[in-house]
T-cell receptor
Framework: GQQVMQIPQYQHVQEGEDFTTYCNSSTTLSNIQWYKQRPGGHPVFLIQ?????EVKKQKRLTFQFGEAKKNSSLHITATQTTDVGTYFCAGASDYKLSFGAGTTVTVRA | DTEVTQTPKHLVMGMTNKKSLKCEQHMGHRAMYWYKQKAKKPPELMFVYSYEKLSINESVPSRFSPECPNSSLLNLHLHALQPEDSALYLC?????????????FGPGTRLTVL
């Protein structure tokens, strides 16, 4: 079945620095979605990428979908303490979303 | 209104108890989901309802029994659970198809099985 791999599992970032989390799928995806889950919270939808090579920005967050629609990345610039949480990618196949393992981000002030 | 509500927020039950989790959305979404999430893990799909019909059961044990009384409500009936079933149970909904539409998650029910 479809698998979505996500790295790194943990990201410890100095406030103000940038970081990137990566997702790779074993199969071509129809789209990929990104969610953020704050500690003690529930997943909250961030963005959906559909087109090959698509790039979308939300303030300090930049999302990319690979040309082959098998990989994606989330880049955060100038990390803030509000960025703390776990970021999940979720690849869409015929009938469901397959979530990556998540990248848990902690920020050093 | 992009809210999915779930009750109760917390639930503690014994292995012989019967309980139910409830989920509600008023966004007009026709697909609803149950996920199970263990600590430090991603959500794991359990069931999908599409237009009030069960369309996907991800090989979930029969001690979990879903029900969709109408297009706004989704229940998960629990019976004879095991301690390893302790987890955060998330409900989600989307406009129609699971594979193309954004899923909106509720706050979850944190279940502890003693």
């Amino acid at each position: 079945g479809q698998q979505v791999m996500q790295i790194p599992q943990y990201q410890h970032v100095q406030e103000g620095e940038d970081f990137t989390t990566y997702c790779n799928s074993s199969t071509t995806l129809s789209n990929i979605q990104w969610y953020k889950q704050r500690p003690g919270g529930h997943p909250v939808f961030l963005i959906q990428l559909v087109k090959s090579g698509e790039v979308k920005k939300q303030k300090r967050l930049t999302f990319q979908f690979g040309e082959a629609k098998k990989n994606s990345s989330l880049h955060i610039t100038a990390t803030q303490t509000t960025d703390v949480g776990t970021y999940f990618c979720a690849g869409a196949s015929d009938y469901k979303l397959s979530f990556g393992a998540g990248t848990t981000v902690t920020v050093r002030a | 209104d992009t809210e999915v509500t779930q009750t109760p927020k917390h639930l503690v039950m014994g292995m012989t108890n019967k309980k139910s989790l409830k989920c509600e959305q008023h966004m007009g979404h026709r697909a609803m989901y149950w996920y199970k999430q263990k600590a430090k893990k991603p959500p794991e799909l359990m069931f999908v309802y599409s237009y009030e019909k069960l369309s996907i059961n991800e090989s979930v044990p029969s001690r979990f029994s879903p029900e969709c009384p109408n297009s706004s409500l989704l229940n998960l009936h629990l019976h004879a659970l095991q301690p390893e079933d302790s987890a955060l149970y998330l409900c989600a909904s989307s406009r129609t198809r699971p594979s193309t539409d954004t899923q909106y998650f509720g706050p979850g029910t944190r279940l502890t099985v003693l």
